[in-house]
């Protein structure tokens, strides 16, 4: 079994940042990418951010500039630090791994952290 544990979201005012982390534990042999999703009421679920094992990442155009995407291997953690937050990011943020058991890669999800940017 694997789980994906999301923290660190919240209320903030627009401006403001957050850092969101996301730890991967279970039977792991490798992840491949890691990312966040982020779903808002009545609208899809559009990636954020993406980092593969080699360190490449990949951002939505909205978030260019002011999120930025890291993992920790070591922890099997990735990390999304969120500035210059605007209303419109508010979202439910989804951690999003595929992640290597040994004989097959499959992509994992995790709950959900809800991120609220308002005044």
């Known amino acids: 079994q694997v789980q994906l544990v999301e923290s660190g979201g919240g209320l903030v005012q627009p401006g403001g940042s957050l850092r969101l982390s996301c730890a991967a534990s279970?039977?792991?042999?490798?992840?491949?990418?890691m990312g966040w999703y982020r779903q808002a009421p009545g609208k899809q679920r559009e990636l954020v951010a993406r980092?593969?094992?080699?360190?490449?990442?990949n951002y939505a155009d909205s978030v260019k500039g002011r999120f930025t995407i890291s993992r920790d291997n070591a922890k099997n953690t990735v990390y999304l630090q969120m500035n210059s937050l605007k209303p419109e990011d508010t979202a439910v943020y989804l951690c999003?791994?595929?992640?290597?058991?040994?004989?097959?890669?499959?992509?994992?999800w995790g709950q959900g952290t809800q991120v609220t940017v308002s005044s």
């Open positions: 999003n791994c595929n992640i290597n058991r040994g004989f097959l890669a499959a992509d994992y």
């Open positions: 279970g039977s792991i042999f490798s992840i491949n990418f």
């Open positions: 980092v593969t094992n080699d360190g490449s990442t």
